[in-house]
């Protein structure tokens, strides 16, 4: 396989987004790609269009919004060319809200506005994730690469 680069972009308070990126970029890795995993606020937007896939991932904040962190990051990509690029979005959530998880929709509306081709539903976990879903977490990554290696096989037939 070639070598496919993704990069993993989150904000995290309490260390549950963090936690998910950590496993999500694991199984990144197992699957045979690079990975970087940056804080949103470490991270420079135009950086998105360096990688072969992106993740992003955020907690939602109050009752479906994207935290405070993430904000100048989100009105920053909006000058992306992203097209076709293979993208996905997690997050830490509470089921205690209505709009559970609502941040991980944004990011993925805001994705597929500039193009990129989002490959999977948003994975939301509630809180900090279980030995279930740290594992679920680790595939997700996986398939994450699967998908891209899908893609790239695809472009260059």
Same mark, same amino acid.
């Given at each position: 396989?070639?070598?496919?680069?993704?990069?993993?972009?989150?904000?995290?308070?309490?260390?549950?987004?963090?936690?998910?990126?950590?496993?999500?970029?694991?199984?990144?890795?197992?699957?045979?790609?690079?990975?970087?995993?940056?804080?949103?606020?470490?991270?420079?937007?135009?950086?998105?269009?360096?990688?072969?896939?992106?993740?992003?991932?955020?907690?939602?904040?109050?009752?479906?919004?994207?935290?405070? &962190?993430?904000?100048?990051? !989100?009105?920053?990509?909006?000058?992306? #060319? @992203? $097209?076709? +690029?293979?993208?996905?979005?997690?997050?830490?959530?509470?089921?205690?809200?209505?709009?559970?998880?609502?941040?991980?929709?944004?990011?993925?509306?805001?994705?597929?506005?500039?193009?990129?081709?989002?490959?999977?539903?948003?994975?939301?976990?509630?809180?900090?994730?279980?030995?279930?879903?740290? &594992?679920?977490?680790?595939? !997700?990554?996986?398939?994450?690469?699967? #998908? @891209? $290696?899908? +893609?790239?096989?695809?472009?260059?037939?």
């Amino acid at each position: 396989m070639m070598d496919a680069a993704c990069l993993i972009v989150y904000a995290s308070m309490s260390g549950n987004t963090e936690e998910i990126a950590e496993y999500i970029g694991d199984g990144i890795r197992e699957a045979g790609a690079s990975v970087e995993i940056k804080d949103v606020l470490m991270a420079d937007p135009a950086e998105l269009e360096q990688y072969d896939g992106i993740l992003l991932g955020a907690y939602t904040w109050d009752d479906g919004n994207l935290p405070d &962190e993430f904000l100048d990051f !989100y009105e920053e990509m909006d000058s992306l #060319k @992203l $097209t076709d +690029k293979p993208a996905a979005v997690f997050g830490s959530c509470d089921s205690f809200y209505e709009n559970r998880g609502g941040a991980v929709d944004i990011l993925i509306e805001k994705l597929t506005m500039l193009g990129a081709q989002v490959v999977f539903n948003g994975l939301k976990i509630d809180l900090s994730p279980t030995d279930e879903e740290k &594992e679920e977490c680790i595939q !997700y990554g996986k398939s994450f690469v699967e #998908k @891209l $290696t899908t +893609k790239r096989k695809g472009l260059s037939a």
